[in-house]
């Protein structure tokens, strides 16, 4: 989808990461799942719990709170899993990202949205691409595409690549 055609879109899904909300352009959400067993993967970021089956491709999933800096957590009924479409470059990565709950889907007008502070919050600035207040109090937007380097973004892909090729010729043995 072109950049312009994002911004056309003002759905966003608010979610929470810790006491903090968070909203990601609808476009950038494939689906939301239920929290479910992840197979654990060695050798990987500490933020990188695993992966799942999704409709037969292999989905690397992340913890989110630990992506931001924040506490571990133990998953409850809330936790669930987003599934992102991640753009960087040439490379579109499906990734889903653990988050304690989803709340809503809102509508937000740009001129709503107001810049991100540069100082004075926990989560890196850089993942924000700006803040709308509702009901007096602040949900950071997401900016999907720079949560991870490009470098993160590749090692995605090759786990996933990775792993199906594993999958396969387990099935095929």
């Given at each position: 989808m072109e950049k312009k055609k994002l911004?056309?879109?003002n759905s966003f899904l608010v979610f929470k990461i810790g006491n903090e909300e968070f909203a990601?352009?609808?476009s950038k959400v494939q689906r939301?799942?239920?929290m479910q067993i992840l197979t654990s993967l060695p050798k990987v970021y500490k933020y990188m719990k695993g992966v799942i089956n999704l409709m037969g491709k292999v989905l690397p999933v992340i913890?989110?709170?630990l992506k931001m800096?924040?506490?571990e957590k133990e998953p409850d009924a809330q936790t669930c899993i987003i599934v992102l479409e991640i753009v960087k470059g040439t490379k579109v990565v499906?990734?889903?990202i653990i988050v304690d709950s989803v709340q809503s889907v809102i509508e937000i007008d740009e001129h709503e949205i107001k810049d991100p502070p540069t100082?004075?919050?926990e989560v890196n600035s850089d993942f924000i691409s700006g803040m709308v207040e509702q009901e007096?109090?602040?949900i950071m937007l997401l900016d999907v595409d720079n949560v991870f380097s490009v470098d993160e973004v590749v090692s995605l892909q090759e786990i996933s690549e990775t792993e199906l090729t594993e999958e396969i010729e387990e099935e095929e043995k």
């Open positions: 911004h056309d879109i990601a352009n609808a939301i799942l239920e913890d989110a709170r800096g924040m506490e499906e990734t889903g100082l004075g919050f007096s109090k602040f």
